[in-house]
Nanobody, 115 residues
């Protein structure tokens, strides 16, 4: 059994920062790579960043240098630090394993970047 609960989104001005959190239930978190995904209005869901069980990271070109993904395996937590936010970062952000587990998406957390 697995469940993901995202939090930390909100309304922020361009250039601002947010830190997203994902609480993952179950022991699968400890043995899986994890990813942050986002879905903008009218767009497909895309992978933003992922992190291996051991901490290796990858980022989409659109966020490289601005976002940082991290995890705390002892607490079953996944984080996404987002700096220098742009309007095009506006989306609902989700966490899941990498590759994602079908049928186990959480509700996501809304990030809106606007003046």
């Amino acid at each position: 059994q697995v469940q993901f609960v995202e939090s930390g989104g909100g309304l922020v001005q361009p250039g601002g920062s947010l830190r997203l959190s994902c609480a993952a239930s179950g022991s699968s978190f400890r043995i899986s790579g994890m990813g942050w995904y986002r879905q903008a209005p009218g767009a497909q869901r895309e992978l933003v960043a992922d992190i291996s069980r051991g901490g290796g990271t990858n980022y989409a070109d659109s966020v490289k240098g601005r976002f940082t993904i991290s995890r705390d395996n002892a607490k079953n937590m996944l984080y996404l630090q987002m700096n220098s936010l742009k309007p095009e970062d506006t989306a609902v952000y989700y966490c899941n394993i990498r590759p994602p587990l079908a049928g186990y998406w959480g509700q996501g957390t809304q990030v809106t970047v606007s003046s």
